[in-house]
């Protein structure tokens, strides 16, 4: 069997990797983007230079001829669905059997005046990388515009070479449409303290060229020009379907797929930021374009193309990010504003950059979410107690065991239970400390049979 | 992006502040005067042209430190590893290269190039050990300076962080006692230099019976030697069981101290590649086993009257005295960091850590672990794992390293974005979380 696939991101990679080990399928992944699969998350560390395009890689050279994955640098510009063959830009037709649809996100561009113009550019494929070095020589300033998890980045990127940067957030505090306001204001804070130009609730009205039809500076809409050689445009990404609309491919904001990962059109499946799930869990959204989505696609894909069909079950949310220097995790529901039915418990140190939040149900006790800056929880035990809604005073009771910080790191579990203490009249205290040995005698009490 | 590394085309000092430039100018004196004394021949005035050297070296370090982290708030400092012609095998990385593979040679076998420097610190030598100054008591000082200046260097950039903190000072404070002080005062009290965190086979000629008859007479002689062996075959097993071998390789060890301190701007220049994996399995247990065969050499040759193996012994001790005791662990060892990267010894040829990683491999607790679904691939563990060890290929599989040779730095767990790495000491994981989140 012939098994194509559209891109060379984490999902069509993952999907590659286990359709070899399931099966002797005959696979080629096929990519305009890059020779090789790389860590697209990482695309900030090559500019700040903690590492090489090699060291983004996470596979050898050598990896992808040893697993007879076959690899394409092309671009695929028709696909004939009912003939199955698809045409790419060099001119070849290639017949499948299976088709695989891993081609990803643009980043989104919402119709500014002047968002065409040469140095803007978003951040996700490796030549807007490419822009960014090509235009930071000499560059006096970029705007950044788009206050999400990659706009903080191209901040960061840009602030390691000491290039200043004005940031343009439409929301009242930085990300608030996911974090609650403390911890908002806390990555507000740690932008400033690095030195970056912070502007909320400013947005773009339009981008001004040079005569030479580069960007020269930005109209914000308060109506002030900011002189720039760079804008980001990092408002987040959008399903990179553009060239397959107007198909027989059913398509909506995505790819839109079954459980199974299948598309409208027979043995043509999507999977990671381009496909758009009909029915999502409960808590969970129709795309997520993260990293371990992607990879837990490819993964099923894989096993249903491989005659073991396998729903996609992306469990409980969770996700991870790094704001400059505050790492933060999440573990099951957190809402910036809290609904009616949910109370949540919050605890910040007094250094102001690290805080730990719990949400649970006002009425039932049970735990429903879990929010880290700069302190790291173990996934496996806050997963266990969102799944079974555990109570509050019980997780509180063991919550030194989510712990997932180095050796000799502090932790601040009991003072998280002071403050529950002190809103409560209660008395409880932290029965336990982090570390893998506690941890197994804990799952293994609460869960004999794993 | 056409070029790896922008090390020689961009250079850094439009990142360097004035205070800076003036810091590097500090220890620039320090290097110099070291260098006017190296190349003449002879010392005018030691004791102050010394205290100079050191201080001026010293205040550079601290001046330029506090300027590279002090002013930025606390975090990982890994911005421009790879465009500095310093760290990212440029042209300076190429110069310091020679300069250091230069003294190295020195050292081992051109000592008498070493006069000037010798002079330089015969007035130490005196204060500390009541005798004049050799080679070996240069390099040793010039050493503690590195460990202890970039030590503060390393505390600086992760003040962060407990972890590194506590076993950089721990480092730190066993080269400066141990390996420096202690064998100094043994030998003003007119007993045998010992350095107490040494033992075969990692100083091959501690299980000697050169060693063994060179401490008769020594009560603290003999002790040593049979602590010695006790450390090899009973303290090595149990210590790496409850804590891998990080007890000594990232805390306790003097080579490993110069590499976590000194040689730690140079970690990511470790070869990542299966190739050197396979390569360094081969190397690293062949030199054990080089050692091994010796020392049984000279002791069944002692043991036979000198019958059997007479002069043959000595080839393989003079053999292995020359190839990996000076020229594979100092001159390549050292000489490479900026080239090879901080632990090439550690990883490639030393037969202690060679048993340690046996012991770690097989019959311990210690692992590094993974949280979870949480890995992005980013590949920032591998890159800054000075031991070559592809972290990153665990840690999106979900699966614990357990590596012969992880030092246990926890370099991985600092440098993850997502706080996905974390070093434990445990029998076993559960699988059945990880293979539904990955």
Known sequence: ?450 | MQNESLSISVPSPAYTSAKQKIAIALAGVGILLVLVVWAAGRAVAPVPISLAAFGFMLAGVVVFVREEYLKYPEGIKNNGAWFRGLTARGVWGWLLGVLITGFYVCLYWFPQYLTGLIQLFDPLSRLLRGTTANQWFVYGTFYTAAVLFMGIKFIYKYRHNPYQRLRTFSVMFFQLGFAFLIPGLLLRLQQPEIYFTYFWPLSYYQGTPMAYQGYSGSGLGTFFFFFGLAMFFIGTPILTYFFGKRWYCSWVCGCGGLAETAGDPFRHLSDKSLKAWKIERWMIHSILAFVVLMTALLWINVATGRSIFQEYSQIFYKTYSFAIGSAFSGVVGVGFYPLLGSRVWCRFGCPMAAWLGIWQKTKSKFRITVNGGQCISCGNCSTYCEMGIDVRAYAQKGQDVVRASCVGCGICSAVCPRGVLRLEGANSHPPAFLSRTL
Request: proline share 4%; aromatic share 10%.
């Open chain 1, 1 to 450: 069997m012939k098994i194509i696939i559209l891109g060379n991101g984490v999902s069509g990679i993952t999907a590659a990797r286990f359709i070899r080990k399931l099966s002797d399928h005959e696979i080629t992944v096929i990519s305009d983007e890059a020779d090789y699969f790389f860590s697209r998350t990482a695309l900030m560390y090559v500019f700040m230079g903690h590492m090489r395009r090699k060291d983004v890689q996470p596979y050898e050279d050598w990896f992808w001829e040893k697993n007879r994955i076959a690899l394409l640098r092309d671009r695929v510009s028709h696909i004939d669905f009912g003939a199955k063959t698809l045409q790419t830009s060099h001119g070849k037709s290639i017949a499948y059997d299976k088709l695989i649809l891993a081609v990803g996100s643009q980043s989104n561009k919402f119709g500014w005046p002047g968002q065409d113009l040469d140095g803007v550019h978003g951040l996700y494929h490796w030549q807007d990388l490419e822009a960014m070095e090509r235009h930071s020589r000499g560059l006096t300033r970029a705007v950044i515009v788009g206050g999400g998890l990659i706009g903080i980045e191209m901040a960061e990127m840009f602030h390691s070479r000491h290039i200043p940067v004005t940031f343009l957030v439409r929301e009242s505090s930085f990300w608030d449409i996911v974090l609650p306001s403390q911890e908002s204001a806390m990555i507000n804070r740690h932008i400033c303290e690095h030195g970056i130009d912070l502007r909320l609730q400013t947005e773009l009205k339009e981008i001004l060229p040079d005569e030479n039809g580069k960007c020269r500076a930005i109209i914000t809409s308060a109506g002030e020009t900011i002189p720039c050689g760079f804008v980001g445009l990092t408002a987040g990404v959008s399903p990179n379907v553009g060239f397959l609309k107007n198909t027989a491919l059913e398509i909506n904001r995505g790819i839109l797929v079954n459980e199974y990962l299948e598309t409208n059109q027979p043995d043509v499946y999507a999977i990671g930021d381009c496909a758009e799930i009909r029915q999502p869990q409960p808590g969970r959204r129709p795309i997520e374009a993260v990293w371990y989505t992607g990879r837990m696609m490819g993964k099923t894909v894989a096993h249903t193309i491989c005659q073991q069909a396998t729903a996609y079950n992306p469990g409980i949310w969770f996700n991870s990010a790094k704001f400059f220097d505050i790492e933060y995790q999440v573990y099951g529901d957190i809402q910036p504003r809290e609904p009616e039915n949910l109370a949540s418990l919050y605890w910040e140190h007094a250094g102001g950059k690290k805080s730990i939040r719990l949400a649970y149900d006002r009425h039932s006790g049970a735990i429903t979410g879990f929010n880290l800056m700069g302190i790291r929880y173990r996934h496996e035990l806050c997963e266990k107690w969102l799944h079974a809604g555990t109570h509050i005073e019980e997780v509180l009771q063991n919550l030194g065991l989510a712990n997932f910080d180095p050796e000799f790191f502090p932790q601040h579990e009991s003072e998280l239970v002071a403050e529950y203490n002190r809103q409560t009249g209660n008395n409880l205290v932290v029965k336990q400390k982090r570390g893998l040995p506690a941890v197994l005698r804990f799952l293994n009490k609460h869960h004999p049979s794993s």
